[in-house]
């Protein structure tokens, strides 16, 4: 069975930080890209990161660039988000997926976890 568990999310003040942790099983992690997609309170979804899986090469939204920093332990076949200078637009559910192929939007991911809301206070 696949699975991908999300963790980590809670409530924040603006300009604080969390850290996400994501735990895969169930199919081959080390063949998979693991991005971070994160779900706005009106439904809208954003491919935040993604840690590629051949060379690890890492790609950040715009949006989140300079503050959070993806990577992954394939050896573990987990993931992390670490989200610094959060401010209250970065208020979501924050999904971990994982796609065997390029995958820049989120319907192009193969597999999805449950998420973890973080919410950013004013």
């Known amino acids: 069975e696949v699975q991908l568990q999300a963790s980590g999310g809670g409530l924040v003040q603006t300009g604080g930080s969390l850290r996400l942790s994501c735990a895969a099983s169930?199919?081959?992690?080390?063949?998979?890209?693991l991005g971070w997609i994160r779900q706005y309170p009106d439904k809208r979804l954003e491919v935040v990161s993604c840690?590629?899986?051949?060379?690890?090469?890492?790609s950040y939204s715009d949006s989140v660039k300079g503050r959070f920093t993806a990577s992954r332990d394939n050896a573990k076949s987990t993931g992390s988000l670490e989200m610094n200078s959060l401010k209250p637009e970065d208020t979501a559910v924050y999904y971990c997926?994982?796609?065997?192929?390029?995958?820049?939007?989120?319907?192009?991911?193969?597999?999805w976890g449950q998420g973890t809301q973080v919410t950013v206070s004013s």
């Open positions: 997926a994982a796609a065997n192929r390029i995958a820049p939007r989120p319907s192009e991911y193969d597999y």
């Open positions: 169930g199919f081959r992690f080390v063949d998979y890209d």
């Open positions: 840690v590629r899986k051949q060379n690890g090469g890492i």
